[in-house]
C-alpha cells in the first residue's frame, strides 16, 4: 500500500514498521513540486523530528500529555527530508512498483535538467 500526498513543505519516501509477523508493506510518499521555501528553523525542527533524538523527544512529550504509543513505527527509507522543489513518479507495472523523486538541476538559471534523488522498489 502506498499513501501519496504533498503540499508540506517538504517530502520524503516513509515505510512503516508493523511489527513482527506482518508481511505487507506500507509506504507514505510526499512530494511537493512546487513549494514555498522554508526558513532555516523551519527545516531544522522538520529534519530534527525525522531523528532518534527527535523521536525521543516526541515520545516524552506524547507520553506527559498522556497519548498512548503507537502500535506502529515510521522510517525514513533515505538519509533526509528533502526541502526543495521536486516531483515523484509512481510506476506500477503488475505487481511491481517503483517510486522515482526527481529534482531540476542546476538551480542557477542554465538549462535545467531532472536529476534523481531517489528511486525505491515498493513491491
Request: with cysteine; glycine share 10%; aromatic share 6%.
Amino acid at each position: 500500500m502506498v499513501l501519496l500526498s504533498g503540499d508540506v513543505h517538504h517530502g520524503y519516501l516513509a515505510e512503516m514498521d508493523l511489527g513482527a509477523g506482518v508481511q505487507s508493506a506500507v509506504y507514505q510518499a510526499v512530494c511537493s513540486p512546487l513549494r514555498n521555501p522554508l526558513g532555516t528553523p523551519e527545516r531544522l525542527a522538520l529534519g530534527a523530528g525525522w531523528t532518534r533524538t527527535g523521536e525521543l523527544v516526541g515520545k516524552t512529550l506524547a507520553r506527559l500529555a498522556g497519548v498512548e504509543e503507537p502500535r506502529v513505527r515510521w522510517r525514513l527509507t533515505h538519509e533526509e527530508p528533502w526541502f526543495h522543489n521536486h516531483v515523484g513518479t509512481l510506476e506500477v507495472r503488475g505487481r511491481e512498483a517503483i517510486l522515482r523523486v526527481e529534482k531540476t538541476m542546476p538551480e542557477d538559471g542554465r538549462e535545467p535538467r531532472l536529476y534523481t534523488l531517489l528511486e525505491h522498489r515498493l513491491a
